[in-house]
Structure formats: C-alpha cells, structure tokens
C-alpha cells in the first residue's frame, strides 16, 4: 500500500481502494485552485531561478521555488536570477566561462538577453501569455496536511510547465507524423540513456539498465493493464527495432527525430574509484557546442510532453531527473497516479521526503 508521498517501487495497476489514490484527482484539483490563486492574484511576488542544468530541472527547480513561495502566499516570476551559488561554481570551479546569459537559450538569441527572455522561447508560465491550471473535472477536496506540500508541488509543476503557442504547434505537428491515438490508453517508456553511458553500457555512470530488462517490465505492464500503444522515449533506433523485433504486436510511438544528434558516452571515457566511468556533463557538451542546443531542448521538452500525455510509466525514476519530472507531469495531466515501474534496484523505496527527491532548491 502507498504511503503518500512514500511511493512504492511498481505500482501495476490502479487501486482506488486506497483513500489517497480515490481522491488524487480531487486533492490535485485543490492544489490546482490554490497555487493559481496566489500565482495570479497575489500582489506580494518573489524572484525565482534558473539553472545552468539541463531542461528537466529547469522545470523542477522553478516549481520547487514557487512551490516555496506560494506557501508563503507569494506569487513567483522570472527575470535574471542564476541559482545561488552557480554562477560562481560555473566560471571559478569548473572554469566554463560566465554563467550568463542563461545557456538553454543560447544559439537561439543572439548576443545577451535576460532570464525570462530565454524563458518565453519555450514557456508562458512567468509571463503575461500564461493561463489558469484549474480544469473543473474534479470535485475539489482539501488532502490531508502532511499530503499538502506534496500536491501544491504538482500544481507548480503544472503551472510552470506551459509551453508556448510555437511549442505546442510543433507537438502538434509530431502528433500528426506520429499518428498518436488521442482516445486509447499508452505505456510510456523512457529508455533515454544519453551522456550516462555507451551504446552497448560497457562503460556506465550510474546503475544500468539492458533493454531486456526493460521488456520484462513491459511485459508486466501490458498483462496487468489496457494499454493499446506503447510510446518510447529514446535515443537510440537501435533500440526502438529490438523492440519491434521482441514483439512485432506492440504498437509503438516514438519521436521522428534525427538520434544521432544525441550526445553519447565514447570508448574512452575515464574510471572513477567506484569503477564507474566519468560522464561529460550534458550542459558542458552544450556550452562547447551551442549549435546543439535546439535540438537537445526541443527533444527534451517534447519527451516530456508526450510521457506527461500517457496513461502509465517504466523509467529510472529514483535515479534520473528527466524520469522524475515526466512522472510528475504524467500525474498532473491525468489527474491520478498512473502505474509505473521504477526500474532502478539501488533504492527501495521512492521517498518524497527526501529535499532532493521533490523541492530542488
């Protein structure tokens, strides 16, 4: 049984015997009423931050700052405030130069610009152009007190996660080239291994993953629940035809997009103490070749938006970022806790009690 916001490792499928997975939807429409409350109305605002980190925590780390200031019944905005203590962790200790302007614009503006102008390339959220999160489906119930910050975070997260008119044409576009199935029920599945490791996981950053391990999962979840298609988060096509190979009856969904423009881990990557291999930082691979910059945002923010969009979730979401933040998205759209998998076998438990776990701050 769920312990709220003490998750276990798989929840295959759904149990609204459970009081807290019953009322999800309801406790989110709460949350919903009263982030947007102080966000839109609230005439004492407070300044939030950026990161130089890739695009996944430039959207948890904003929803952990408002999700502090609307506790302290403060609206939130963006103008040019680097995370403390990056700037100076950017130019001095890892000697990559100044942290402005914000580096997930760059290439894309010319010369120097503000936060909230990078900002508004990709989102309304924090400009005038945003818009109300509350979607009226749900009666509204108040959770219980320890659940509150947990549920407020989800709505911040909802809240700062709109993309822009151009932003959702693009979606849009890849809707239709992906045929996407707007009334059936899909499986996502986020096998994104990026800068973490080799094509083949010889050399590995952190705790890895075959893609057999992740067929058994599928497998799990396909019994166990109605899922018609099955999208995959990837960037790998090697990976995506396995997996048509391994069943040729799934009905996958995935990005048309060109995966090599991916960054991955080379042969020669060094070996830490832990026997583990020194991975080169993602944002480091941008600042040194801005030229990559639309391509690795632009696939970033649609994976998120199409696992937010899905009805269930395989991932490494204990371990990765990314993961997490498409499996807080995922539960924002569809208003109760979907099934997941956490694929990752070091941790026990997903302990949202952990600061680092929920508020990045």
């Not at 309801?26 to 009423?33: K, P, S, T």
């Not at 659940?147 to 709109?162: D, G, N, P, V």
Request: include cysteine; proline fraction near 4%; hydrophobic fraction near 35%.
């Amino acid at each position: 049984m769920q312990n709220y916001p003490q998750f276990q490792k798989e929840y295959i499928t759904i149990n609204k015997e459970n009081i807290t997975h019953r009322d999800f939807g309801c406790y989110l429409e709460w949350a919903f009423e009263y982030v947007q409350e102080i966000q839109f109305k609230s005439s004492n605002k407070k300044e939030i931050p950026l990161t130089f980190y890739p695009i996944a925590k430039n959207i948890r780390i904003p929803s952990s700052y408002m999700t502090q200031n609307i506790l302290n019944n403060q609206s939130s905005f963006i103008h040019n405030w680097a995370r403390d203590g990056e700037p100076n962790f950017w130019q001095n200790h890892l000697q990559r130069g100044n942290w402005y302007p914000w580096l997930w614009a760059r290439n894309r503006i010319p010369g120097n610009y503000t936060n909230i102008e990078g900002w508004s390339l990709y989102f309304n959220s924090f400009t005038t152009n945003h818009h109300t999160i509350t979607t009226g489906d749900n009666i509204i119930l108040q959770p219980p007190e320890h659940l509150k910050l947990f549920f407020i975070y989800l709505a911040c997260i909802k809240y700062t996660f709109q993309l822009n008119d151009k932003y959702i044409s693009l979606m849009n576009t890849y809707k239709e080239n992906m045929n996407w199935p707007t009334e059936s029920k899909i499986l996502a599945v986020q096998i994104r291994r990026g800068e973490v490791c080799t094509r083949d996981g010889s050399k590995t950053d952190r705790e890895y993953f075959s893609l057999s391990s992740y067929l058994q999962k599928i497998d799990i979840m396909m019994a166990n629940n109605d899922f018609e298609y099955i999208y995959i988060s990837t960037d790998s096509n090697e990976e995506i035809d396995k997996i048509k190979t391994y069943n040729s009856n799934w009905k996958l969904l995935y990005l048309p997009i060109d995966r090599s423009n991916f960054f991955r881990m080379t042969d020669t990557a060094p070996t830490n103490s832990n026997g583990l291999s020194i991975a080169t930082d993602l944002e480091d691979s941008c600042r040194t070749y801005p030229e990559s910059i639309p391509f690795i945002v632009d696939s970033g923010l649609a994976d998120l938006y199409f696992i937010s969009i899905c009805h269930g979730y395989i991932s490494t979401i204990s371990e990765s970022e990314f993961s997490r933040c498409g499996w807080y998205l995922q539960m924002t759209t569809q208003k109760y806790l979907t099934p997941y998998i956490d694929m990752n076998t070091i941790h026990k438990e997903l302990n949202m009690n952990i600061r680092d776990k929920l508020l990045l701050l």
